[in-house]
T-cell receptor, first 116, second 115 residues
Framework: GAGVSQSPSNKVTEKGKDVELRCDPI?????LYWYRQRLGQGLEFLIY????????KSGLPSDRFSAERTGESVSTLTIQRTQQEDSAVYLC??????????????FGAGSRLTVL | AQSVAQPEDQVNVAEGNPLTVKCTYS??????LFWYVQYPNRGLQFLLK??????LVKGSYGFEAEFNKSQTSFHLKKPSALVSDSALYFC?????????????FGSGTQLTVLP
């Protein structure tokens, strides 16, 4: 597609449930990032995928958070046993290959997660 | 550790007046600076970036930003604000020699342009 697509746009869940958030990056973008945006705060880096390299998971806040990416396409962010503090907007971004000269992230509209 | 400060949570300006959204940063080495804008229910959109060269950078929608190395600032400006500019603005920095995963965002400034 023309942009980064995220689903669902809104998710309300009960504490303790697992949730999956999906990101479809721009075709041809080798790099993919997940960020968390809590109300009134800046973006927190969660995880980064680059091609077939091992992902950089340094931003994941706990072992309840995990993410996968199939090749250079779709990525899924999974939060297990959700807690109320997980409530936030989860943003996905992708970036074209470095050799293309573009070094700007393109963001999706985000998935708003509310944990009751 | 690098950081970005956007000292104003909210900026209000009348339509037609000039606007400034402030950003200061701290980073090791030379900075790679960005401004992004977020409209309601939309993802962040890239506005402009500074790498090297001219300290005044021009971007999308008539916005520009001035890099000031001595003050470690990268304030976003527009000569004449429009109501449609009302949105949440984020400043971001990473080391020039680093990678995008080192990008650090400010907490955002809500700009409201009053008709």
């Amino acid at each position: 597609g023309a942009g980064v697509s995220q689903s669902p746009s809104n998710k309300v869940t009960e504490k303790g449930k697992d949730v999956e958030l999906r990101c479809d990056p721009i075709s041809g973008h080798t790099a993919l990032y997940w960020y968390r945006q809590r109300l009134g705060q800046g973006l927190e880096f969660l995880i980064y995928f680059q091609g077939n390299s091992a992902p950089d998971k340094s931003g994941l806040p706990s072992d309840r958070f995990s993410a996968e990416r199939t090749g250079e396409s779709v990525s899924t962010l999974t939060i297990q046993r959700t807690q109320q503090e997980d409530s936030a907007v989860y943003l996905c971004a992708s970036r074209a290959p470095r050799e293309s000269g573009a070094n700007v992230l393109t963001f999706g509209a985000g998935s708003r997660l509310t944990v009751l | 550790a690098q950081s970005v400060a956007q000292p104003e949570d909210q900026v209000n300006v009348a339509e037609g007046n000039p606007l400034t959204v402030k950003c200061t940063y701290s980073v090791s080495g030379n900075p790679y600076l960005f401004w992004y804008v977020q409209y309601p229910n939309r993802g962040l959109q890239f506005l402009l970036k500074y790498i090297t060269g001219d300290n005044l950078v021009k971007g999308s929608y008539g916005f520009e930003a001035e890099f000031n190395k001595s003050q470690t600032s990268f304030h976003l400006k527009k000569p004449s604000a429009l109501v449609s500019d009302s949105a949440l603005y984020f400043c971001a920095v990473r080391p020039y020699s680093g990678s995008a995963r080192q990008l650090t965002f400010g907490s955002g400034t809500q700009l409201t342009v009053l008709p």
